[in-house]
Protein backbone atom coordinates (compact mmCIF):
# COMPACT_ATOMS: atom_id res chain seq x y z
CA UNK A 1 0.00 0.00 0.00
CA UNK A 2 1.35 3.08 -1.22
CA UNK A 3 1.64 6.12 1.22
CA UNK A 4 -1.05 8.19 -0.46
CA UNK A 5 -3.87 5.52 -0.43
CA UNK A 6 -6.53 6.18 1.14
CA UNK A 7 -8.02 4.17 3.66
CA UNK A 8 -11.52 3.29 3.31
CA UNK A 9 -14.19 4.28 6.43
CA UNK A 10 -14.94 1.40 8.87
CA UNK A 11 -18.41 0.89 10.08
CA UNK A 12 -19.03 1.47 13.82
CA UNK A 13 -21.44 -0.40 15.91
CA UNK A 14 -23.37 3.09 17.06
CA UNK A 15 -26.73 3.72 16.27
CA UNK A 16 -28.34 5.37 12.95
CA UNK A 17 -30.25 8.70 13.18
CA UNK A 18 -33.41 7.55 11.20
CA UNK A 19 -35.79 11.23 11.49
CA UNK A 20 -37.65 13.66 13.77
CA UNK A 21 -40.43 13.00 15.26
CA UNK A 22 -43.46 14.67 17.52
CA UNK A 23 -44.99 11.89 19.72
CA UNK A 24 -47.13 11.74 23.47
CA UNK A 25 -45.11 10.33 26.30
CA UNK A 26 -48.28 7.90 27.62
CA UNK A 27 -47.98 6.00 30.99
CA UNK A 28 -50.77 4.07 32.64
CA UNK A 29 -51.28 4.78 36.37
CA UNK A 30 -53.24 2.87 38.95
CA UNK A 31 -54.97 3.23 42.19
CA UNK A 32 -56.51 1.01 44.34
CA UNK A 33 -59.45 0.20 42.01
CA UNK A 34 -58.65 1.40 38.47
CA UNK A 35 -56.75 2.73 35.81
CA UNK A 36 -56.06 5.15 33.85
CA UNK A 37 -54.24 6.41 30.63
CA UNK A 38 -52.51 9.68 30.53
CA UNK A 39 -51.07 10.66 27.03
CA UNK A 40 -49.16 14.17 28.25
CA UNK A 41 -45.93 15.59 27.56
CA UNK A 42 -45.85 16.28 23.59
CA UNK A 43 -42.37 15.86 22.75
CA UNK A 44 -39.78 16.46 19.65
CA UNK A 45 -37.49 13.83 19.35
CA UNK A 46 -34.91 12.21 17.23
CA UNK A 47 -35.71 8.67 16.17
CA UNK A 48 -33.17 5.92 16.11
CA UNK A 49 -33.15 2.71 13.68
CA UNK A 50 -32.35 -0.03 15.73
CA UNK A 51 -31.26 -3.19 13.63
CA UNK A 52 -34.92 -4.90 12.61
CA UNK A 53 -35.96 -1.31 11.43
CA UNK A 54 -37.30 -0.82 15.19
CA UNK A 55 -37.30 2.69 16.09
CA UNK A 56 -36.64 4.40 19.36
CA UNK A 57 -36.73 7.12 20.75
CA UNK A 58 -34.80 8.46 23.86
CA UNK A 59 -36.73 10.08 26.78
CA UNK A 60 -35.01 10.61 30.00
CA UNK A 61 -31.56 8.71 29.07
CA UNK A 62 -33.94 5.75 28.37
CA UNK A 63 -34.25 4.24 24.93
CA UNK A 64 -38.25 3.39 24.03
CA UNK A 65 -40.05 1.86 21.44
CA UNK A 66 -41.88 4.18 19.36
CA UNK A 67 -45.21 3.29 18.75
CA UNK A 68 -47.40 4.54 15.29
CA UNK A 69 -50.73 6.58 15.93
CA UNK A 70 -52.87 3.57 14.88
CA UNK A 71 -51.35 1.49 18.00
CA UNK A 72 -52.45 4.75 20.43
CA UNK A 73 -55.65 4.68 19.05
CA UNK A 74 -56.19 0.84 19.73
CA UNK A 75 -54.96 1.80 23.51
CA UNK A 76 -57.18 4.48 23.90
CA UNK A 77 -60.37 2.17 22.26
CA UNK A 78 -59.79 -0.78 24.26
CA UNK A 79 -59.42 0.68 27.72
CA UNK A 80 -62.80 2.86 27.12
CA UNK A 81 -64.23 -0.14 26.01
CA UNK A 82 -63.01 -1.80 29.35
CA UNK A 83 -64.84 1.01 31.21
CA UNK A 84 -61.58 2.98 31.70
CA UNK A 85 -60.41 6.61 31.72
CA UNK A 86 -58.13 8.26 29.51
CA UNK A 87 -56.44 12.05 30.54
CA UNK A 88 -55.59 13.23 26.77
CA UNK A 89 -53.01 16.31 27.19
CA UNK A 90 -55.34 17.33 29.70
CA UNK A 91 -58.65 15.99 27.94
CA UNK A 92 -60.72 13.35 29.91
CA UNK A 93 -61.96 10.61 28.24
CA UNK A 94 -64.23 8.16 29.25
CA UNK A 95 -66.62 5.33 27.92
CA UNK A 96 -70.11 6.75 29.23
CA UNK A 97 -69.26 10.31 27.31
CA UNK A 98 -70.93 10.67 23.98
CA UNK A 99 -67.90 12.39 21.96
CA UNK A 100 -65.01 10.21 22.29
CA UNK A 101 -63.34 11.43 19.49
CA UNK A 102 -59.51 12.53 19.27
CA UNK A 103 -56.25 12.50 16.88
CA UNK A 104 -53.76 9.97 17.28
CA UNK A 105 -50.53 10.60 16.99
CA UNK A 106 -47.00 8.28 17.79
CA UNK A 107 -46.06 7.59 21.49
CA UNK A 108 -44.14 6.33 23.69
CA UNK A 109 -45.20 4.22 26.82
CA UNK A 110 -42.61 4.56 30.02
CA UNK A 111 -45.07 2.37 32.24
CA UNK A 112 -43.23 0.08 34.57
CA UNK A 113 -44.33 -3.88 34.76
CA UNK A 114 -45.46 -3.65 38.35
CA UNK A 115 -48.14 -1.34 37.17
CA UNK A 116 -48.81 -3.62 33.91
CA UNK A 117 -49.54 -6.31 36.75
CA UNK A 118 -51.79 -4.28 39.28
CA UNK A 119 -53.42 -3.11 35.81
CA UNK A 120 -54.23 -7.31 35.00
CA UNK A 121 -55.29 -7.68 38.56
CA UNK A 122 -57.42 -4.25 38.72
CA UNK A 123 -58.91 -5.30 35.14
CA UNK A 124 -59.93 -8.57 35.79
CA UNK A 125 -61.76 -7.31 38.94
CA UNK A 126 -63.69 -4.38 37.29
CA UNK A 127 -64.74 -6.39 34.50
CA UNK A 128 -66.63 -8.68 36.14
CA UNK A 129 -70.30 -8.75 36.40
CA UNK A 130 -72.25 -6.64 39.77
CA UNK A 131 -73.26 -10.09 40.23
CA UNK A 132 -70.51 -11.58 41.26
CA UNK A 133 -68.90 -8.87 43.08
CA UNK A 134 -71.58 -9.13 45.47
CA UNK A 135 -71.94 -12.37 46.24
Known amino acids: ?42 IERVVYLFPGNIEKVVYKNRFYDLKPAHEMELTIVRHLNDKGAVNLAGIHLANYEKDKSFEPYPFIDITDEDTYKTYQSLRAEWLQPEEFKNA
Do not use: N
Open 1 to 42: MKKDDQIPPQGDARYRTHRSVKCYVAELECGTKWCTWYFSKS
